[in-house]
């Protein structure tokens, strides 16, 4: 497990030092979700998960009051920038989207396990891409694009794992790229196909669509190897850079702590999803396995995307980096898989 605590470690520390200069109220929020997903890692080590986690009728019951969430939040979720994401049930307020991805890995690990030899064949195929797709178009309406994108990244690295045969991922590649040219001129809001379109043209409208980029290139770019120093980054400072605390989180760190730290976190993040993946080699069951493999693909798909909208390699899709970003949902939901995954390390 210190394969996996380290890392984790290293990266919660970089949130609390960017969250510190940005907004006391976050820190302190972030505190408290931190402490609450380390107590979540030690209860789940010292109890049996399997008789309620793995329990067939648990899952799918999970995974449908998961899809009553999602349309819940359409009618009466609180619009925030235009979004519907959050549910709030009294003092709680929570995004059904991340919950989703939770109970998407746990229905997959149960199918798969049972389904693995039998990937091949389309019924197992288009029965796995309907419990995908349910979830997926209710995040787009939100609008929640990068969790539509992660549910997606969820479904289709499942079936990698599970040894798609190769033919079949050509088809299914195809069949997505023609999904994505038509989903792209006319299933996406303005400003979300704004994003796409300019992001092959970064220099121009810096103003517009292009405007959160060009300031995160600026405030990596002025950074140097040893950063601005403790508080003293002007573009997060200034409230130049958008998001610091979520989005562009990791931006904000290199501003102020230059491409050192930023090395670092990446460096101690990778070596998190390779701690996870070792933990997926040592389960002796194919649903702890499959557990492993999801929220790997879970945190790869939020690393790469979160990463490359900050450095302009990838459209801005407003997905969080794990146990990095700000977020009660996000950081409570990661806890959650770590806890699990403890648990499969420990037996």
Not at 81 to 102: D, H, M, T, Y
Not at 115 to 140: D, E, N, Q
Not at 195 to 221: D, M
Request: aromatic share 14%.
């Amino acid at each position: 497990m210190k394969s996996i605590l380290i890392p984790l470690c290293i990266v919660l520390v970089a949130s609390e030092v960017v969250l510190s200069t940005i907004s006391q109220n976050f820190f302190y929020k972030q505190s408290i979700f931190i402490i609450a997903g380390l107590a979540l890692i030690f209860v789940f080590r010292n109890f049996d998960w399997r008789n309620a986690l793995g329990n067939r009728s648990f899952i799918f019951g999970l995974y449908a009051l998961v899809i009553l969430f999602l349309v819940l939040v359409l009618f009466i979720g609180p619009p925030i920038r235009n979004v519907r994401s959050w549910l709030v049930l009294g003092p709680i307020g929570f995004q059904p989207a991340e919950l989703a991805k939770l109970s998407l890995i746990l229905l997959y690990a149960e199918y798969f396990s049972r389904r693995h030899l039998a990937v091949g064949r389309w019924k197992v195929i288009l029965t796995s891409f309907a419990f995908f797709i349910v979830p997926a178009v209710l995040a787009a309406l939100q609008p929640a694009l990068g969790s539509a994108i992660v549910l997606f990244g969820i479904w289709f690295g499942f079936l990698l794992s599970s040894g798609l045969p190769r033919e079949r991922i050509v088809i299914a590649l195809l069949a997505f790229a023609v999904a994505g040219f038509f989903i792209l001129n006319w299933g996406l809001y303005d400003y979300q196909r704004a994003r796409v379109v300019h992001f092959f043209y970064p220099e121009k409208n810096l103003l517009g669509a292009n405007y959160s980029v060009a300031q995160s290139k600026i405030a990596i770019g002025s950074a140097g190897f040893w950063g601005k120093g403790y508080a003293q980054g002007s573009q997060t400072q200034l409230g130049f850079l958008t998001e610091p605390s979520n989005d562009f989180i990791l931006a904000a760190l290199i501003e102020e702590w230059g491409i050192a730290a930023g090395l670092v976190v990446i460096g101690a993040f990778i070596a998190l999803l390779l701690g996870i993946l070792k933990t997926a080699l040592l389960a002796r069951r194919n649903f702890e396995k499959f557990v492993c493999v999801g929220a790997a693909i879970v945190f790869g798909v939020q690393f790469l995307l979160n990463s490359g909208s900050t450095l302009g390699l990838v459209p801005v899709v407003g997905l969080p980096f794990p146990f990095l970003s700000y977020g009660g949902s996000s950081i409570l939901t990661s806890f959650f898989l770590l806890a699990i995954i403890g648990a499969i390390r420990k037996s």
